[in-house]
């Protein structure tokens, strides 16, 4: 798919242009974990958050399934099925991951 057909696709499920343009052009893993490990991390200052991948982009920080949703969008928008796993945790919080396979 075209980077143009792939901003519009972001655009179709509410990204502004920017943010479209932005994560449409993460066409490769590592570009979107350099991309979310340039975030600063939702500590919830205010109170627990559950930002939408839109929300992740216009705060620039996310706390961990806030992260996994921005890649798991990032990751569609390039062909990967956009998965997510929650790797619960005992007395501790919750990880979650956005896996992906590379042939």
């Known amino acids: 798919m075209s980077l ?3 901003i519009q696709l972001a ?3 509410g990204l502004t242009l920017k943010h479209a343009k ?3 052009k993460l066409d490769a893993p590592r570009k979107i974990q350099d991309f979310l490990a340039r975030f600063p991390q939702n500590f919830e200052p205010q109170g627990d958050t559950a ?3 839109q929300g992740a ?3 620039q920080c996310a706390h961990c399934i806030e992260g ?3 890649a798991a969008f ?3 928008l390039n062909g990967h099925p956009p998965l997510l796993i929650d790797l619960c945790a005992h007395r501790d919080m919750d990880h979650v991951i956005a896996p992906f396979q590379v042939n």
Do not use: E
């Open 74 to 76: 990032a990751l569609w």
């Open 57 to 59: 982009m216009d705060a």
């Open 51 to 53: 930002r939408s991948v």
């Open 11 to 13: 655009q179709k499920r």
């Open 4 to 6: 143009s057909a792939r």
């Open 68 to 70: 996994a949703m921005v």
């Open 22 to 24: 932005v994560l449409a």
